[in-house]
């Protein structure tokens, strides 16, 4: 197979022993190209693979840099180009078929190229690269210079195409964008010029973009100023304001997907959302085209067209749904039509150059070739594999057939002599590892789903699986089989060795297992002929330690025979019985093999770049060996690589992620032969093996998916000659074996088949069995039971029977224990629900019991902790407020509120003035006082100038200009409000370093005033902060003073016993905030949440605070005694006085007519006394009734007073904010008026820089047209001069034959201009009615043919044959020199005519653009003028603020408007003149009103006596009938008709009193039996304090008592004492809690015993009065 390569770039050939690839085998990432009629190419891994359609035949050319990166074909030059993927790449353009190379082309491009294109006419070629550079790069690539190239950053481009009738035009499309480059040529100079498409929207609209750079439809604004572009509002000025536009402004555009030229210059594209655009090639105008209505059947949704190939008439779309469509398209619509089906996801489509082919490439690889014609056909070109290679072996010997593994589980036969596959097995499974069988014609693959599948690979054209094994259910990640083939060794993903008897004669029986590190990395075997045992050596990391571990066992040739005595019950190999030791060593492995003589170790470093090998100890030890680096040499490969020794054991083969493979010399290590197969970019080679006799090696690449075969180039010598020998003598041994057992697969197939899945059911239904009878093991039926479980499950059932009895008793036990739990669980529902436990309480599984508690837990953290950080993200955002809105303001914000009226009032809350404002306002203000200096010191020196001869005057007008100055310095410190636009003055604030609004046109003018304006702001709230203080301090007052009063007040209302509630005025939290950032305890709802121990804890204190309080009360005889007799106190108040009762003498509890004269005179004395009590009582009530209504009025007028004064503060305030308002709307005029400045003079920059950039397009379009004619002119001269010599040429051709007769002169004129015809090859009607664009336009290349052809057939009319009769010969010779010189001279000229159209079509397009150019600039400039008056405007027409009150605007029709464009300005004096002469006129008008008033007054006043008099006459008639109608009632007729009237209320009285007395005494009586029975209830309430007493020390015994118990229940930790204890403390409890109850409430029984007790005793108490 023919192969080429870069033989000057291969550093790696030596001068021994080399390697070469034999073939290739890959399946296409990228498109597929066609580089003739019947050969098609793709790139693959390192290499570019061809393949003839008709043949299959594949050829490959390698890339010896790396990876292929993109490639393109040339279909008229065949050629094929493809850059490499290294830094700096590098296009390489190779013939075909003969692969040699014609150049290399070298750009400036550092990463790589992304997407390559020939063009068909001519020699160019465009490539475009991807970050950082984005350039499109137009190549000349037979000189292999760059004609042209440009960048644009940050752009992708998906496909790049030239129009195949004009190569002058190329087409880049992304999925967002697609543009027309045009290349313009002048002699020898391209220039590249784009031309973006503007694409509808997603939906197939489109949108009315506005212009960005001059907008013409913003609006006027004749108040605010001009209305700027968006742009300049955004402050840009550079290139990016050409393209901004705001997020609002943006649309989604539709996405396009693909695109293909047509016959016409168009382009077709295809877009994700499925619609169809046709762009016109000249105009770049976009058409969306329509669908038509077609059969429901045959249309189907396409929504993303994946790939697109024009024919006649339409064009062919596929996407992902696996349908080619045709698309009829005429004019704006068309219709689909379903043209193939694939079946698979096409990716890629194209016609071949005759367009009687069409290549299909789907997503999977595979090339499918669809061929036109009366009966189409569609052939299958390349099948892919379903998926990259996996896994590779050889089948012994390995000099036919290798073997391929993908994950999906194909396993694919391939033979070795040109690659073609030869069978193919799916196994319908993951698949993760492949080995062949030395020993037999079987395959071994594992699975992730831990089976062995051995195929039968007798047939390599159909392959059979014969037999499956499951020694367990993790992954298989190894598969080995020893050199002879007799054990094959199963490493897993849980860190087990299986051993499999290898021969299939013993149906792949499983031996045993041993267990080793997890994530095995190598098995090694070391199995020679002269040996009866096999060596095995297993590597694997330990992650925590940073080694390497080494495992080393053997297995003698008899273990199939003696397998059971070498393993346990469960299937593992006794460690003893197989020398089984372990190795460490102190660095990381990536790979290790063992050598053949088992003296050493081969280990490649995983960190390090070197290959050592470690020696083994030949005694045996225990424990870990630390192995020590015996030989080390560097590996020469980038990062972890992997080891592996050939067949005979003398080659050391070395792969890594560099992609090269090295063959040592295993006794010194040293390189003799190495390969780059692969390249880094693919992640190097993944796996390599080499056939029994060295010759053959394949190696497989990691993520390039490309599977070489490699053969030695010169094999000879000792390097063949101990290959060949060792595997003479390995076939020689296996020979015997290899028959026998290839014999027993082709004989017992069937049967082996049946036994595996008879032996199956039988092991599945002992298992079965087994668990049904003993309730300990359950397997499914259906599930297959791995060998390893089949094991385990077979040791449970020996050890079933062994302690079957002692299971029997477990299980009465276990019974009777449940029995006993369902008998709790029962008792459990019928206790009260706060007595019963849950139902998992009940569990007798401890540990799923502490597993629920530990999940619990943790929930119950997790809640915890959410609930933590969310309280700490809540937490840390009140501090960010409380820090923002309070601990930052200087002047806290709070409110004050009036007592009685609803006025509240809040002051200005404000921060501290940072240091850069205190210096910017400093600054501002010593600017003000030097401008303010200066302008007093220029209006001196000009007076002093003008004055200076009249020294007398000087000193007077100095003296008056003082004055004049002061005067005026008082005018403008004192300017009207109206002029300052705001009220500030009212607070105090000097105006006068204000500048005048009118004054206002500078920036710098505007920015002070802003910080003046600030600062009065500033002055204002202080000035009014200081009031609101003065305020909040009185309130503060009158709130204390109210409070002290209240507090007589509340003294009064007790003595007097009124029912009056004291008006108590307090703060709310608007007035004191602080308050809010405090929380109390009485603002939190929830209860506290306590753990049981701090409840007990609060309970135990609780008892023993009570035990404290009873002992600490001692006897209190000397309170009761004061209470008795005294009432409580030593001296009696003038506050008592109504509390004093006069005791009643003991015998007025007899009748009257019983008592003595002593007794008589007693009564007297005592009524005296009472009556006495009785006017001190009314007294002192009138006293303290007046007293409390002085105090409240007097609270009543404070409170007032301070509403007053908050009223007018609230007024105070609004006026505040008014004017902070007011100054603020300046600030923000000033703003504005600031970032509009800002706006004109972005807008102004941009328009210079526009123009700057136009200006220097101009220049150097000029230049560009100025070369332009000049090269025009020097190529029109020497085209000129061309055609003056073929003229000279014309006209002396007679003189020249002038010797010769005239009629032969005239015969060989006519020869002269006479022109061979050149036949073209006609093209074929059924190709011209395929081929859909025809003839195309001719390129330098096929005029050069065509020249060629013409000076072939000149040859032909030069032939002596053609000579005229009677013609000298050598005049016929000169006459043929000289017409061929003609016909020489008219190619010229018609070359020279095409040129010089193409370079005057040039210049007419650069004078063009120079003239757009121009209008550009001057548009620019008519911008910038407009702008210009527009900013001097705005800086003129300042916009004041002025402060009217109603009447001075005096306008018609007056509105609130913002625009008055009939109102003017007036000065005062003008006014005030006006009104000064109003008012003249008006008190000559009052003068006269005054008289007639005076006139109408007396008429007035007589009117009104005579009403008056009538008024008065009524009032005494009305007098004198009420008199006549006065009633009297019966007390005021008895007063007046009773003589003794008095005598008569004296009975009255002396009977009432009588009734008094007589309801005293029964009184008496009540009082006497309370006392009893008050005694009586003191005695009962001491009874029940004893008895309390007593409980109280009961149940302190019984707490002790209890925590005892609790104690011993915690040591025992007994679960049935733990329910007696529990019950026994909740019935303690709940009778602890029932005392506790019934001692509450005879506490409050005693309490209100005692009350009663004194109310009465206090009642009873005799007063002492001083008589």
């Known amino acids: ?37 019947s050969t098609i190419c793709y790139p693959c891994g390192n290499f570019v693979i061809f393949i003839n359609i008709e043949t299959k035949k594949k050829t490959v050319l390698q890339c010896m840099n790396g990876v292929v990166g993109v490639v393109a074909t040339n279909i008229p030059c065949e050629v094929v180009a ?71 950053p940050g752009t992708d481009v998906s496909q790049m195409t030239f129009n195949p009738m004009n190569w002058h035009q190329l087409c880049l499309s992304s999925p967002s964008a697609v543009a027309v480059w045009t290349i313009e040529r002048s002699n020898q100079e391209h220039y590249l010029k784009a031309k973006s498409v503007k694409l509808p929207m997603e939906d197939g609209s489109f949108f009315n973009e506005t212009d960005v750079i001059f907008p013409t439809s913003l609006a006027k604004d004749l108040i605010y100023g001009p209305i700027l572009p968006l742009s300049a509002i955004a402050g840009l000025v550079g290139e990016e304001a050409e393209t901004f536009r705001p997020k609002d402004d943006l649309y989604p555009s539709i996405h396009p997907s693909i695109h293909c030229w047509t016959p016409t210059s168009d382009l077709y594209v295809g877009c994700e959302e499925g619609h169809l655009l046709m762009i016109n090639g000249e105009t770049l105008k976009v058409t969306v085209l329509k669908i038509e209505d077609t059969v429901a059947n045959e249309r189907r949704n396409l929504i993303s067209p994946v790939t697109m190939a024009y024919q006649k008439g339409g064009v062919l779309i596929s996407g992902i749904d696996g349908f080619v469509y045709s698309f009829i398209i005429k004019d704006s619509t068309y219709k689909i039509e379903t043209f193939l089906d694939v079946e698979e996801p096409v990716e890629h489509m194209r016609f071949s150059p005759n367009c009687q082919m069409l290549l299909i490439q789907t997503d999977k690889g595979s090339i499918y070739i669809y061929t036109f014609g009366e009966e189409p056909t569609f052939d299958k070109v390349l099948e892919a594999c379903d998926g990259k290679f996996q896994a590779i072996d050889f089948i012994p010997p390995g000099n036919e057939y290798c073997m391929t593994l993908t994950h999906s589980g194909e396993v694919c036969v391939w033979c070795i002599e040109d690659g073609t596959c030869a069978g193919k097995i799916y196994l319908n499974t993951p698949a993760t590892v492949l080995a062949c069988s030395p020993s037999s014609l079987s395959v071994a693959v594992g699975t992730m789903g831990g089976s062995i599948h051995f195929l039968d690979v007798r047939d390599a054209e159909a392959p059979k699986a014969i037999y499956k094994a499951l020694p367990s259910e993790w992954s298989v990640q190894h598969l080995l089989y020893d050199q002879q083939g007799i054990y094959l060794l199963v490493g897993t993903s849980g860190g087990y060795i299986f051993i499999i008897n290898a021969s299939p004669s013993s149906l792949f029986q499983v031996l045993g297992f041993t267990e080793v590190g997890k994530d095995i990395l190598q098995i090694s075997t070391v199995s020679l002929l002269e040996t009866d045992i096999v060596e095995v050596m297993v590597l694997s990391p330990l992650t925590e330690t940073g080694r390497s571990r080494l495992d080393i066992f053997t297995l003698p040739k008899i273990l199939p025979q003696v397998s059971a005595s070498f393993t346990d019950e469960r299937g593992r190999l006794k460690d003893e019985l197989i020398h089984k030791f372990r190795y460490e060593i102190e660095h990381t492995l990536s790979s290790a093999v063992l050598d053949f003589q088992s003296h050493q170790i081969y280990g490649f470093c995983n960190q390090v770049p070197y290959i050592c090998s470690y020696l083994i100890p030949q005694q045996g030890h225990s424990g870990i060996c630390i192995l020590k680096p015996h030989q080390k040499v560097q590996s020469k490969h980038y990062g972890p690589g992997m080891l592996s020794l050939s067949p005979h054991g003398l080659w050391l083969i070395t792969i890594a992620k560099g992609g090269i493979l090295c063959i040592r010399d295993v006794r010194t290590l040293e390189t003799f032969a190495r390969s780059r197969s692969h390249s880094h970019q693919g992640h190097g080679i993944q796996s390599v093996r080499i056939s029994m006799d060295g010759q053959n090696i394949l190696v497989n690449g990691k993520d390039d998916g490309t599977l070489v075969h490699l053969r030695w180039r010169r094999f000879g010598g000792n390097l063949a000659s101990e290959a060949i020998e060792y595997y003479e003598k390995l076939l020689i041994s296996l020979h015997n074996t290899m028959d026998e057992e290839n014999d027993y697969l082709s004989i017992q197939q069937g049967e082996s088949l049946n036994l595996e899945s008879k032996s199956e059911c039988s092991n599945m239904k002992s298992s079965i069995d087994s668990s049904s009878q003993e309730d300990l093991v359950q397997v499914d039926g259906i599930k297959e039971i791995p060998w390893i479980q089949q094991k385990n499950q077979e040791a449970i059932k020996n050890e079933v029977r062994l302690f079957s009895k002692k299971r029997k008793e477990i299980k009465t036990r276990i019974k009777a224990l449940a029995k006993t739990v369902l008998t709790m669980m029962e008792e459990n529902e019928t206790v009260d629900n706060i007595a019963k436990l849950d139902q998992k309480e009940f569990g007798l599984d401890l540990e799923e019991l502490e597993r629920l508690h530990d999940e619990n837990e943790e929930e119950v953290a997790k809640i915890r902790k959410d609930a933590e950080m969310h309280n700490l993200a809540k937490a840390y955002l009140a501090e960010l407020i409380k820090e923002e809105c309070w601990n930052s303001m200087a002047v806290k914000g709070r409110a004050l509120k009036c007592f009685h009226m609803p006025y509240v009032v809040e002051n200005f809350p404000m921060k501290e003035r940072t240091d850069e404002e205190l210096k910017e306002l400093k600054r501002v203000l010593w600017q003000k006082k030097i401008e303010t200096e200066c302008l007093k010191l220029r209006k001196e020196i000009v007076e002093v100038q003008s004055t200076i001869t009249l020294a007398k005057k000087h000193h007077e007008e100095e003296d008056e200009e003082e004055e004049e100055e002061e005067d005026t310095a008082v005018k403008n410190a004192n300017l009207p409000n109206y002029l300052l636009g705001s009220l500030s003055t009212d607070f105090g604030v000097h105006a006068s370093l204000l500048s005048s609004q009118l004054e206002l046109h500078s920036r710098e003018e505007k920015i002070n005033q802003i910080i003046l304006l600030k600062d009065v702001i500033y002055k204002v709230k202080t000035a009014f902060n200081h009031e609101f203080d003065a305020a909040y301090k009185q309130k503060e007052f009158e709130v204390a003073r109210v409070k002290e009063k209240n507090v007589r007040i509340q003294e009064i209302i007790l003595d007097l016993d009124l029912e009056e509630v004291v008006w108590q005025p307090e703060f709310d939290d608007c007035e004191k905030p602080e308050r809010t950032l405090v929380v109390e305890n009485k603002e ?66 007899k009748a009257d007519t019983l008592w003595s004269e002593e007794e008589r005179k007693q009564f007297k004395d005592y009524e005296k006394k009472v009556k006495e009590l009785n006017e001190e009582r009314d007294k002192y009530r009138k006293s303290l009734e007046a007293e409390m209504k002085k105090l409240q009025n007097s609270i009543q007028e404070s409170t007032q007073n301070f509403d007053e004064h908050l009223k007018r503060l609230f007024e105070r305030r609004v006026k505040a904010e008014m004017v902070v308002n007011q100054e603020e709307l300046k600030i923000n005029n000033l703003v504005y008026s600031l970032l509009l400045d800002e706006e004109i003079n972005s807008r102004e920059a941009f328009l210079n820089n526009y123009l700057a950039r136009k200006q220097e397009e101009k220049n ?17 001269e020497n085209y000129d001069n061309l055609l003056a010599e073929d003229k000279v040429l014309d006209r002396s051709f007679k003189k020249e034959f002038s010797e010769i007769p005239s009629h032969q002169v005239d015969i060989l004129y006519k020869l002269f201009k006479r022109r061979p015809r050149i036949h073209k090859q006609k093209i074929h009607l059924d190709t011209a009615s395929i081929v859909p664009f025809g003839e195309r336009p001719e390129s330098g290349k096929l005029s050069k043919d065509t020249f060629a052809q013409l000076m072939k057939a000149m040859d032909d009319l030069d032939n002596i044959n053609n000579m005229p009769e009677g013609l000298d010969p050598s005049v016929w010779d000169h006459f043929c020199k000289t017409r061929r010189a003609k016909v020489e001279n008219e190619q010229k000229i018609k070359q020279k005519a095409a040129g010089l159209m193409e370079m005057m079509a040039f210049l007419q397009r650069r004078t063009e653009d120079d003239e757009k150019l121009q209008q550009e600039i001057e548009k620019v400039l008519h911008e910038l003028t407009v702008l210009q008056e527009e900013k001097v405007r705005f800086q003129l027409n300042l916009t004041i603020q002025i402060l009217l009150k109603q009447g001075q605007v005096e306008l018609e029709n007056f509105q609130l408007l913002l625009e008055y464009p009939d109102a003017i300005l007036i000065n005062k004096s003008i006014i005030e003149d006006l009104n000064s002469v109003i008012r003249t006129q008006g008190q000559k008008k009052v003068a006269s009103m005054m008289e007639s008033k005076d006139v109408h007054k007396g008429i007035f006043q007589i009117e009104w006596e005579h009403k008056k008099m009538e008024m008065e006459m009524e009032d005494l008639n009305q007098k004198a009938w009420d008199i006549q109608m006065l009633f009297f009632s019966r007390d005021r007729q008895k007063y007046l008709n009773e003589p003794n009237y008095e005598t008569l209320i004296a009975i009255q009285i002396g009977i009432m009193e009588q009734t008094i007395a007589v309801l005293e005494k029964t009184h008496k009586k009540n009082v006497e039996n309370c006392k009893k029975l008050l005694k009586k209830l003191g005695r009962y309430s001491n009874q029940k304090d004893i008895a309390n007493y007593t409980l109280s020390c009961n149940l302190r015994e019984e707490l002790v008592a209890v925590s005892e118990r609790k104690e011993i229940c915690n040591a025992v930790g007994s679960k049935l004492t733990c329910e007696k204890i529990a019950k026994e403390r909740y019935e303690n409890m709940m009778e602890q809690q029932k005392l506790t109850n019934i001692a509450k409430q005879q506490a409050e029984q005693i309490l209100i015993l005692q009350t009663e007790l004194e109310r009465l005793r206090m009642k009873t108490f005799p007063a002492l009065v001083q008589m």
């Open 1 to 37: 197979m023919a192969q080429g390569r870069e033989r000057e770039e291969n550093i790696y050939a030596t001068v021994g022993a080399s390697l070469s690839v034999r073939w290739v085998q890959g399946y296409p990432k990228q498109n597929v190209h066609f580089i003739n009629d």
């Open 82 to 152: 493809f850059s490499d993927r290294r830094l700096r790449p590098l296009i390489y353009i190779y013939n075909f078929p003969g692969l040699t190379r014609r150049t290399k082309l070298k750009g400036n491009v550092l990463l790589d190229y992304t997407l390559l294109s020939f063009s068909y006419c001519g020699t160019y070629l465009a490539s475009y690269s991807s970050l950082p550079e984005f350039e499109l790069a137009i190549w000349n690539w037979e000189s292999s210079v760059i004609l042209c190239k440009k960048s644009q």
């Open 1084 to 1149: 939190i709802e929830a209860q506290k949440a306590l753990n049981p121990w701090l409840k007990a804890r609060a309970e135990l204190t609780m008892t023993h605070e009570m035990e404290q309080q009873l002992l600490t009360q001692g006897p209190d005889t000397r309170h009761r005694a004061l209470m008795d007799m005294m009432g409580g106190v030593l001296e009696v108040k003038k506050e008592d006085i109504l509390k004093m009762v006069i005791p009643q003498p003991p015998f007025m509890a």
């Open 1260 to 1276: 150097q379009s000029s230049e560009a047209i100025q070369k332009s004619r000049e090269d025009l002119d020097m190529y029109k």
